[in-house]
């Protein structure tokens, strides 16, 4: 400003105006706006309205919208003015989800654009039957398709609404509507508040539940090494308890050696199948035997494989 006059220069004006249409989105959406925004454009154009007369898209690079064929190019405005205030302050979009998502912090913000639909048998005013007139010149197959006694009995109620987050979380707000002081696109900066919100609330949830699942996790890996000790010593102490049984059965053996019996005899016979069955049982908990029998149970394969190489 100058000291004779209180109005900015003509170029401070221009800039200014400049930036006021950049942070809109400019005069036209389709051109100058964010890919997204030019991607969910063309979705729109070429989306089949639903039995309401909703225009709804979604999918990769894609903002989840459903509107009427009137308030596209107002949810494009909006769906721009969100993510540019969402680049300004540094997060990003991530595209390569279901739906366009806010990326903020490491999380993935899901949020969405909508129209509301009233079912009405009023009769319709003069700005209902323009409506009418206009849908039907654009899609005439789809209105002579609907086969029902009225097509018109949902009408858009003309107000936006951008639902953000996880769902209803305590503290937090999921959802902004078109009100008598602002409409949603005016709002950008309350969204993108409250989608940060979101971001830190779910991130501090997972990490709770990653907590919790490594604490489960450490809980059952302790419990599978006590099992796994449990049966390791069971089968040793089988092993002992079979030497222990041939100790008892070599001192009979020994016993009956010492008597001398007559080799015809019944007792000379048992005294042949005693010493037969402990030199099978000697094997068997020898070095080797026992090597075969440890390899079967497999209750010290990741003590082997962790052994030290030579």
């Not at 129209?115 to 700005?127: I, K, Q, T, Y």
């Not at 409506?131 to 899609?139: A, C, G, I």
């Not at 937090?172 to 709002?187: C, H, N």
């Not at 099992?227 to 102490?237: L, N, Q, S, V």
Request: with cysteine; aromatic share 6%.
């Amino acid at each position: 400003f100058n000291a004779t006059s209180r109005k900015p220069p003509p170029d401070l004006v221009a800039k200014r105006e400049a930036a006021k249409a950049a942070l809109v989105g400019g005069p036209n959406l389709r051109t100058a706006a964010h890919p997204c925004v030019r991607a969910t454009a063309a979705a729109l154009a070429g989306a089949i309205p639903d039995r309401r007369g909703a225009l709804t898209v979604g999918g990769a690079g894609v903002a989840g919208v459903s509107v009427s064929p009137d308030m596209v190019e107002r949810s494009l405005t909006v769906l721009d003015a969100i993510i540019r205030r969402t680049e300004t302050i540094g997060y990003a979009l991530a595209t390569r989800t279901a739906s366009a998502r806010l990326q903020i912090d490491g999380v993935q913000v899901p949020f969405s654009i909508a129209e509301g639909f009233l079912r009405s048998d009023a009769p319709p005013d003069a700005e209902e039957e323009e409506r009418r007139r206009r849908f039907q010149e654009r899609y005439p197959l789809r209105v002579a398709n609907y086969g029902f006694v009225n097509p018109w009995m949902y009408r858009p109620s003309g107000k936006l609404s951008v639902s953000i987050g996880f769902g209803p979380m305590d503290g937090l707000r999921a959802k902004f509507m078109d009100t008598r002081i602002a409409k949603v696109e005016q709002r950008a900066d309350e969204v993108l508040a409250e989608a940060v919100a979101h971001a830190a609330s779910h991130k501090a949830v997972q990490e709770k539940v990653e907590k919790r699942l490594a604490q489960r996790a450490a809980e059952t890996e302790t419990q599978r090494l006590d099992d796994r000790d449990e049966e390791r010593a069971t089968f040793i102490c089988a092993r002992a308890a079979e030497l222990q049984r041939i100790d008892q059965m070599n001192s009979f053996v020994k016993h009956l050696q010492a008597a001398g019996p007559h080799p015809m005899s019944e007792a000379a016979a048992c005294l042949r199948w005693a010493e037969e069955f402990l030199e099978e049982k000697r094997a068997a908990l020898g070095l080797a035997g026992i090597e075969k029998t440890v390899q079967a149970s497999e209750l010290w394969v990741e003590l082997a494989s962790a052994r030290p190489q030579s």
